[in-house]
């Protein structure tokens, strides 16, 4: 199976801050990767898709960029809303997994 | 407006059974590959599995640890997506999601709510 690492697993940053969430893949998986925020209690919801596609209705703020086995989610101006997990997957190949997530706190 | 709305879940004792359901509305539900994502407390996103639709001959794929004790099914006909959970163990319990893939791609573009499932004497 592939496994992928997150990192970090837990961030705190000011609103306006720009991050950035690593998620590396055991083997290579092209550009198959799909990245979703959740907020507690709540159900997660798809961010990028295709490393780097933004999702309809998901703010410019948020990118997504990497290949093989290397990629990077990017929020651009951290805003009150983005708290939560973040966590990615791969499609590559089945069985589907995800990475451990990271945590984010707004300061 | 696409919705997924569970529901089945509850308390079960460790190697009895459960059956999940989901009720898909807003899209053309035979049209598209389903899956199950569960979450224990506290932690993160675990896919359960997958399965394709009449085209690719419902095939379905599972993750390991839920391999051989999970089935998933759909009923195109009353539009409804099924998890039957037998064997049950204590570290099955947590929310179960169900997700739609889209036709582009096997990552899930819409959630339901989630329903918990709780696996305890």
């Known amino acids: ?107 | 407006e696409v919705q997924l709305v569970e529901s089945g879940g509850g308390l079960v004792q460790p190697g009895g059974s459960l059956r999940l359901s989901c009720a898909p509305s807003g899209f053309t539900f035979s049209a598209h590959y389903m899956g199950w994502v569960r979450q224990a407390p506290g932690k993160g996103l675990e896919w359960v599995g997958h399965i394709k639709n009449r085209a690719a001959s419902y095939t379905t794929e599972y993750g390991a640890s839920v391999n051989g004790r999970f089935t998933i099914s759909r009923d195109d006909s009353k539009n409804s997506l099924y998890l039957q959970m037998d064997s049950l163990k204590i570290e099955d319990t947590g929310v179960y999601y169900c997700a739609r893939s889209p036709h582009y791609g096997d990552f899930f573009d819409y959630w339901g709510q989630g329903t918990l499932v709780t696996v305890s004497s």
Request: charged share 15%; proline share 6%.
């Open chain 1, 1 to 107: 199976d592939i496994q992928l690492t997150q990192s970090p697993s837990f961030l705190s940053a000011s609103v306006g801050d720009r991050v950035t969430i690593t998620c590396r893949a055991s083997q290579d998986i092209r550009t198959s990767l799909a990245w979703y925020h959740q907020k507690p209690g709540k159900a997660p919801q798809l961010l990028i898709y295709a490393t780097s596609i933004l999702q309809s209705g998901v703010p410019s703020r948020f990118s997504g960029s990497g290949s093989g086995t290397e990629f990077t989610l990017t929020i651009s101006r951290l805003q009150p809303e983005d708290f939560g997990g973040y966590y990615c997957q791969q499609i590559y190949i089945f069985p589907l997994t995800f990475g451990g997530g990271t945590k984010v706190e707004i300061k």
